[in-house]
Nanobody, 129 residues
Framework: QVRLEDSGGRSVRTGDSLTLSCGAS?????????????MGWFRRAPGKDLEFVAV????????SYSDSVKGRFTISRDDAQDTLFLQMDNLRPEDTAVYTC?????????????????WGQGTQVTVSS
């Protein structure tokens, strides 16, 4: 069973930077692991639907961002540590949400939540003006 533990969320001010981390362990029933899977970040703001934020494929040579974070957020992965990161710069109040990392069902990147099979517990990011 894959376990994802995301962390790093806290309260910050507009314009601040923050880095989220997601540590992975184990493997899925289909024997998929962190190293063989695409990894993504999603977020859910209060009263809103789950929103795609960023995704990186299994070897890091393909990355995609939502338009709302492009140019401000950077996703990266450290396969030696089985850890996913989300560097968030120039944060805005509209970035306030619970951020969750997710493990893909394949090595290819996807922006759809249904293409991810394991999820972290979420970490709260609050941006005040």
């Amino acid at each position: 069973q894959v376990r994802l533990e995301d962390s790093g969320g806290r309260s910050v001010r507009t314009g601040d930077s923050l880095t989220l981390s997601c540590g992975a362990s184990g493997r899925t029933k289909s024997r998929r692991t962190f190293k063989t899977s695409a990894m993504g970040w999603f977020r859910r703001a209060p009263g809103k639907d789950l929103e795609f934020v960023a995704v990186i494929n299994y070897n890091g040579d393909y990355i995609s961002y939502s338009d709302s974070v492009k140019g401000r957020f950077t996703i990266s992965r450290d396969d030696a540590q089985d850890t996913l990161f989300l560097q968030m710069d120039n944060l805005r109040p509209e970035d306030t949400a619970v951020y969750t990392c997710a493990l893909g069902r394949s090595s290819a990147a996807s922006t759809r939540a249904s293409d991810f099979s394991a999820w972290g517990q979420g970490t709260q990011v609050t941006v005040s003006s």
